[in-house]
């Protein structure tokens, strides 16, 4: 079992996620992460998939999502240069000054950005692979005990130039 | 010209050249029912369950190679159409099945008879849709028709809400249309082919195997010829039984939990396998990783996904049926393997599938059918009646044979058998159906009255649900749990088989029959069977059931156990 990252071309309609998201849960894939969004045309809708399969099912997964009316394109990330980035929202709460103080250094050293705080609670943006972003997290855990609410926005990637 | 939704509806299925709709009406569709009202180009056919509807427009569509047309309204009229809808779609059976919907503004408030049937169908069909607004009607029905049809034919789903039908716009409905992300596959590759046939031409042991898409493809002649040049032995699914006449001295069987032993061997002992319109399903294939083990597999198909998905192939082509044959014979030539024809030959001697029985039998009583009927169209329902069927009908060009073969339906052989009828009233048309069956849509026998239709319904009655019994009875210990249909309250727990004592069963099919309007003959005696079918085909305007009462504990032999090889077959029990 495998990552592996795919791209689709949408039709921009009513119930196209609904399909891809229902064929991963009728057919048993296990699907990581996904994010939607509109394109430059507005009429078609980009999708980043993130997966795990061994190689024959990622062959089959590519293959449903090809028959399927509404899926215009579908591109395999496997041997394409990309980047890769993911949003993470962090809110660290009950902070005592000397954990405020850790995190301002924390997130300069790591190039993580804090964009509110108060006297007790730090809420920081990582805009970072998905891998990093997990690194963050076990970082963070490391030296931290406070509980931390965790919104993480799924991959984007596009193709290098 | 301004006109409504409806009536663009109706413009939509002359355009598409539809002459027989399966309708129930309801509150949501309405509108599109009136604007059918009083015309005599389409004709409308009132099935009494909307169930029985859409296995009616399937078995149309299959026999008649055409796209078969729905429509029902909203709500549990929809719902009602699911089991169909997976059915066809399974099968790859074009149908458009039209659904009437609550009016936009009330979408998503629960309203009376609203439900998502979009949502509902959306992974058991090729497309689903609502319409959205009155402009793109026209457009989404053409869409409809186009994507039912080509490529990999399949089910389309389009919901359309009652004001839409009622609104006023354009008139024009599209001659073609262009859909971006579906682009069936049109062409061959050369490559492949040539690929296939330097295979071919290298073996021993060369096999086809035919599929039921070789049936959809309507390749039936060219794969005939395609055997006759090559000289190639063939074996089918059930569902591409009659690709290829039964009679054919190549052809060996079907292969499968079923199937004829020599065909099953053939498959296991072949060196290469040519398989056309089979997705490998595990019904035929058995055991996994056993299947044609000692074979290079060649694998055409229509659709891609079908491809290694449940056997790794070595040479795919993504095709067309009729296409890929047509150029393998275009290239192709006559093989020498007269050895492996001959050990073919005598195992096809040695395990006949007719097996030495009197009485009056499953078998006996298709054979009958063979031997009666010239132009005919067999529809089974699900169950040992099915599996007797595939194994003893014999079909040819004039002989077709229709059947759930991927979904296994049971309900689906009396509604379907009224489709074929309508679409070919110069042929006969039996239905062969297990008492268990027969029940899930019996109510069809008044709709085959009031259409003065014909067709001749075979119950095979054993007073069970035979084949999950069959099951019980060989790998469950004789536990009959909850298969006896001639169970009554009175009954004692436990019950391991059928005795004196068993109570009458219920209904009586032929008083059931009567009161529907339709002839009821009671068979139970092998003597009685030819004068049965004679009598039936005497009463030519109304539907004849002839009840058939067959050996309670009949089984279904040759069968390859649950998670065993092909090879490893249950000859007798």
């Known amino acids: 079992m495998k990552k592996r990252w795919l791209c689709l071309f949408v039709e921009n309609e009513v119930g196209v996620l609904a399909r891809i998201t229902g064929l991963f849960s009728g057919k048993a894939y296990n699907l990581n992460s996904l994010t939607v969004g509109t394109t430059q045309d507005e009429t078609v809708s980009r999708v980043t998939i993130s997966l795990f399969s061994d190689d024959q099912l990622f062959e089959q997964i590519k293959k449903q999502l ?58 920081m943006e990582s805009i970072k692979a998905e891998e990093e972003n997990n690194l963050m997290l076990q970082l963070l855990y490391k030296r931290l005990d406070n509980p931390i609410e965790i919104v993480r926005g799924g991959s984007v990637a596009i193709e290098a130039v | 010209m301004e006109i409504t939704g409806a009536q663009l509806f109706v413009k939509a299925l002359r355009k598409e050249e539809v002459n027989i709709l399966f309708g129930y009406p309801g509150g949501q569709a309405i509108d599109l029912f009136d604007a059918l009202y009083g015309q005599s180009d389409i004709e409308v056919i009132l099935p009494r369950h909307e169930q029985g509807l859409i296995h009616a427009a399937d078995g149309y569509a299959r026999s008649v190679k055409k796209t078969g047309v729905c429509l029902v309204t ?113 062409t061959v590759h050369e ?10 031409k290298q073996a021993e042991r060369p096999l086809f195997l035919v599929g039921g898409g070789v049936v959809v493809a309507g390749a039936g002649k060219e794969m005939e010829k395609l055997v006759d040049i090559t000289g190639i032995p063939v074996v089918s699914t059930i569902m591409g039984k009659g690709a290829i006449p039964t009679s054919h001295p190549l052809y060996i069987g079907n292969i499968g939990i079923h199937a004829s032993y020599a065909a099953n061997k053939a498959i296991s002992e072949c060196d290469v396998l040519c398989s056309i319109g089979t997705r490998f399903n595990d019904r035929i294939t058995g055991k996994a990783g056993t299947f044609a083990s000692k074979a290079t597999l060649i694998h055409i198909d229509i659709d891609p996904a079908s491809i290694s998905r449940n056997i790794a192939v070595d040479i795919p082509i993504v095709a067309d049926a009729k296409k890929a044959i047509s150029h393998l014979l275009e290239k192709t030539e006559s093989y020498d393997c007269e050895a492996w024809k001959k050990q073919l030959e005598e195992l096809k001697k040695l395990y006949p599938l007719a097996r030495k029985q009197t009485g009056l039998t499953p078998q006996f009583i298709i054979e009958k059918i063979n031997e009666i009927f010239d132009k005919l169209i067999v529809v089974t329902d699900v169950g040992q009646n099915q599996l007797w069927t595939t194994q003893f009908l014999e079909l040819n060009e004039e002989k077709q044979m229709l059947t759930s073969g991927g979904l296994g339906t049971m309900g689906y052989g009396l509604p379907a058998a009224l489709g074929a009828k309508l679409g070919n009233p110069e042929k006969h048309v039996v239905a062969i159906c297990g008492d268990g069956g027969i029940q899930m849509n019996i109510q069809e026998l008044a709709t085959a009255v009031v259409q003065e239709l014909p067709v001749i319904v075979c119950i095979l009655n054993n007073g069970y649900l035979g084949n999950v019994r069959q099951w019980q009875q060989m790998f469950y210990n004789n536990r009959y749990s909850s298969t006896c249909l001639k169970y009554r309250k009175g009954c004692k727990t436990g019950c391991t088989g059928p005795g004196k004592m068993c109570p009458v069963y219920t209904p009586d099919f032929v008083k059931l029959a009567e009161s529907y309007g339709a002839l009821g003959i009671r068979v139970t005696s092998e003597e009685e069977v030819e004068a049965a079918f004679k009598q039936a085909i005497e009463n030519d305007l109304a539907p004849t059931l002839i009840e058939f009462i067959i050996e309670p504990e009949e089984n279904v032999l040759p069968i390859v156990p649950p998670g065993r090889q092909l090879s490893e077959m249950i000859m007798e029990y």
């Open chain 2, 191 to 200: 490559g492949q082919i040539k690929k296939a046939l330097t295979a071919l």
């Open chain 2, 74 to 186: 909203s709500g549990p009229g929809a719902t009602n159409l699911v089991t169909g809808i997976a059915t066809a779609n399974y099968d790859s059976v074009p149908l458009v099945c039209f659904t009437g919907q609550v009016p936009t503004h009330l979408i998503g408030n629960d309203a009376f008879q609203e439900v998502d049937i979009v949502g509902i169908t959306r992974n058991i069909c090729k497309y689903a849709v609502t319409v959205r607004n009155r402009q793109e009607l026209g457009t989404i029905i053409k869409k409809a028709f186009y994507i039912a049809a080509t490529g990999k034919p399949g089910v389309v789903v389009v919901d359309i809400p009652k004001d839409i039908q009622q609104e006023y716009g354009d008139d024009t409905y599209p001659n073609t249309v262009e859909i971006r992300g579906y682009k069936p596959s049109v």
């Open chain 1, 66 to 123: 090809n028959r399927m009316v509404e899926v215009i394109k579908v591109i395999d990330y496997t041997d394409i240069d990309i980047y890769r980035k993911e949003i993470m929202f962090l809110k660290i709460l009950k902070c005592t000054e000397n954990d405020c103080a850790f995190l301002f250094q924390f997130s300069e050293v790591y190039g993580i950005r804090i964009f509110d705080f108060n006297k007790d609670s730090v809420l």
